[in-house]
């Protein structure tokens, strides 16, 4: 699965956007992923939302957000240090 990450707000900008990300992983695996690349900790705020709409639970698995909420194929997370959305 292609997903492309997007920064919002002061969130710092990955060098790199678009990731390969086997579908059959759970959400909690991306939020690790993006903490690893963004050097966060546990402890430092990272909220993600699947097409500037809502936050999935951790537990979801990445293949049922793909074949629900899929843009041209790639799955959209936006990321940020604050609540944005819902």
């Known amino acids: 699965v292609i997903v492309r990450f997007r ?3 002061n969130a710092p900008i990955l060098k790199q956007n678009l990731y ?3 579908a059959s992983n759970k ?3 991306v939020i690790q992923f ?3 690349e963004l050097n966060y900790k ?3 705020p990272l909220f993600l939302y699947i097409n500037s709409a809502f936050s999935p639970a951790p537990d979801e698995l990445v293949a049922n957000l793909v074949k629900c909420f899929n843009t041209d194929g790639h799955l959209i ?3 940020c240090t604050s609540a944005a959305w819902g």
């Open 7 to 9: 920064a919002i707000g």
């Open 42 to 44: 546990a402890s430092d």
């Open 77 to 79: 997370i936006n990321y």
């Open 27 to 29: 959400f909690q695996a």
């Open 34 to 36: 993006l903490r690893r």
């Open 20 to 22: 390969k990300i086997n």
